[in-house]
């Protein structure tokens, strides 16, 4: 019996010596950004949080040199192809696109940490979806990602708490609470067989230099197109933001729009890219950069296994494109 209560006695002593090493000694060992989640490991990652995880560590880990870097929304992620682009202009291209839910904002602060490592590239071009900037940045807020990416960013540790196994029961109960109160535009609502496990987007977008291949290679269904609101002022700092970065590194900036399916193609929708491209033209005055001639081109419907996501065959022919746009645009000296 005694040599029980030993036992029990030595275990508790353990375990509040356990704690104590949490508590005060663990905290202060350096963990960083790369060797951290973007997301709860409590529960499966969303696909959009399995995007902004790895490619940002994928471009905190890339220090190679590049001439012209990709950035923007999802649209870019799967629309715009390093390897394709490379060989059309004979330029090396990084692609380090994530979410429209980081917002402008959000890419900006990537770009920000990519260059905080690496050679600035001689070009940047800025490729985007309209819908991703309709939104004001409060609205956009209400998912979360943005803040939730900034937290993130400011990490060089972990809180003493989340190192207690008590905090992981808590996360559980928190999790299954949270799961009734989530944001329906949080989830990725498509059926199980068109979505990517976390370890496949990691090993998709290192694979591929940022590149993450739309999974949905049926054409696109919709036989209709409605336009989305205007260009939203909120956005308009953050672009502001952009070329400020670019002109402290000297770096040249195109901006592109996604494409849309033919069925787009109307003259309100033609009047609407155009004002959208006045808007942010006039936003920038005082700035140097090139915006695409024209802002609306369309493909036909078996391009794109989504409205704003083109289909793998999509982004290879959408690749060429740009990079023709880019090579008239921007006059590069190989």
Known sequence: MNDAKQFLLKVFLAYIGLEIFLVFIAPNLEMGVERQRYYSKLRPPQLAESIVQWQTVHTLTNAKPYDV????????????????????????????????????????????????????????????????????????????????????????????????????????????????????????????????????VRDLIFRNEGYLPEINREPMRENSYSVRNDFHPDAMPGFVKLMKVADKHGIKVLFVTNPLPDVAKNDITQKFFDKYKHDLVEGLEGHRFEFVEEPLRTYRNAFFGSLNHLTEEGAKQNTLDVAKIFNTAMEPKN
């Open 69 to 200: 870097i990709f950035l923007g929304d999802s649209s870019c992620l799967m629309g715009l192809v390093p390897k394709s682009f490379n060989e059309e202009t004979g330029l090396k291209s990084l692609n380090i696109c994530t979410t429209g839910w980081l917002y402008i904002d959000g890419h900006v602060e990537l770009l920000d940490l990519y260059l905080s490592h690496a050679t600035p590239p001689k070009y940047l071009v800025y490729y985007f979806a309209t819908s991703s900037f309709a939104d004001s940045y409060n609205e956009n807020e209400k998912r979360g990602h943005l803040t939730q990416f900034r937290n993130w960013m400011r990490l060089p540790g972990r809180d003493w708490y989340t190192y207690l196994p008590t905090y992981h029961l808590r996360g559980y109960l928190r999790y299954y609470l949270e799961e009734f109160a989530r944001d329906p535009r949080d989830l990725d609502m498509r059926p199980k067989q068109l979505q990517l496990s976390d370890s496949e």
